[in-house]
């Protein structure tokens, strides 16, 4: 088959690969239902999250390697068929271990899809147009994010099982793959000698670079920490049950998909830099709604506010990181996508941090430095571009 580096014709393949990144952000609503099926404490239920977003810290610079012997599109390939071991790992065996292995092969396909996924969109789109194609690519797989809990919540009602929704995950992870093999993308040639280990994390010797790598990490931790932390706020202070208190994740969603939307059009008017410190205000503002709130209602405005303001900044740090260097994007790549190892460290450190203080308190206060590096950055990045 003829390569193609046709927009029209390869968007519909990629938004498919784009909504498949998503289910990694299923891992919230699948923690919370785990840790009611086999009585886990807050800090070993922590552990799921930890076992999926630790491999973003081992997996992604041997990815952007990768990228370099096979190709972005083969790569994404891959991530795609260990995207589906993952879902059927539960229904052969549904325990504690059973669910851990399911965790460690969705942490290893979504590594090797977030590092692949996102310069392979650079190979369709000029580099001022990238941020806002990213942030399409986001708001697609928000639609994901958004229907999981949901979903699953709806599964667990009707058919008395939220792992059904692993069916629907594996089919969509398969057409996703078949839909990608018949429309190949054209790249540069893979190239295994461009670059080793030493010179890939010589990289963040680059200040820039490595704030966005630091950026990266904290937007991650916030973004999977509210993921886990809003039902649990739900629970502790509104008096929610299990299965109500599991639709605050997706509010969350909600609010982080409509971001990604508007982004898609604000991002090309007012630029990266706006955008951002729009983003960090309202991040603020939730965070502190979160911090003192006690009703339901407070609680959600919150939680909706960290979903807005989370939206687009990750697009925004991804692509200044591909400018900084462009000539070793598949490097910086793995080196961002290292970044997402933020989503084990936060959940496991929020777990523990609520454990201690008896209190949904200690986890948001786990989030607070997070939270005031972004603001820090947001006004000394040049992320208008």
């Known amino acids: 088959m003829k390569e193609i580096n046709s927009r029209p014709r390869a968007l519909f393949p990629l938004m498919l690969c784009f909504f498949a990144m998503g289910f990694v952000d299923s891992v919230g609503v699948a923690t ?25 810290l081992a997996g992604a610079v041997p990815a952007g390697l990768l990228m ?19 879902f059927v790992v539960p229904f052969a065996h549904y325990s504690f271990w059973g669910m851990f292995l399911s965790f460690a092969f969705l942490g290893l396909g979504n590594t090797l899809m977030q590092v692949s996924l996102n310069p392979l969109v650079g ?36 058919w008395q099982d939220w792992k059904i929704l692993y069916w629907f995950f594996l089919a969509e992870a398969l057409l996703a793959f078949g839909a990608l093999a018949r429309t190949p993308i054209r790249e540069a040639p893979p190239n295994s000698a461009q670059t080793g280990f030493k010179q890939a994390f010589g990289l963040l010797a680059d200040s820039v670079i490595l704030s966005c ?6 937007h991650v931790g916030l973004d999977v920490g509210m993921n886990m932390a809003a039902p649990k706020l739900l629970m502790e202070r509104a008096g929610l049950g299990v299965a109500a208190a ?28 706006k955008i ?25 405005a919150g939680i909706s506010c960290v979903g807005l303001g989370n939206a687009n900044v990750f697009p925004v740090i991804f692509s200044q990181a591909l400018w900084r260097s462009p000539t070793r ?6 080196l961002m996508i290292m970044g997402l190892v933020g989503g084990a460290v936060f959940p496991l450190l929020m777990g523990a941090a ?13 989030l607070a430095p997070a939270i005031g590096f972004l603001c820090v950055f947001s006004r000394r990045s040049p992320a208008g571009r």
């Open 32 to 56: 919370h239902y785990i840790r009611a099926d086999f009585q886990l404490s807050g800090t070993l239920s922590g552990l799921f999250a930890t076992m999926v977003f630790l491999w973003f």
């Open 68 to 86: 370099n012997k096979i190709g972005r599109r083969k790569t994404v390939l891959w991530s795609l068929l260990l995207t589906a071991v993952a």
């Open 123 to 158: 190979n369709l789109v000029s580099p001022e147009k990238l941020p806002g194609m990213l942030t399409l690519g986001q708001f697609v797989k928000a639609v994901c994010s958004l229907l999981a809990p949901v979903a699953a919540g709806w599964c667990a009602l009707y």
């Open 213 to 218: 790598f630091i950026g990266i990490i904290c």
């Open 246 to 273: 599991g639709y605050g994740s997706g509010v969350y969603f909600l609010w982080r998909t409509a971001g990604c939307l508007a982004g898609v059009f604000l991002l090309g008017r007012y630029g990266g830099q």
């Open 276 to 300: 951002f410190r729009w983003s960090m205000g309202l991040i603020v503002a939730g965070w502190l709604l979160l911090c003192f709130g006690q009703t339901q209602a407070v609680l959600y």
């Open 329 to 334: 994007q598949n490097e910086v790549s793995g």
């Open 354 to 366: 609520a454990d201690f203080t008896s209190s949904q308190a200690g986890a948001m206060g786990v």
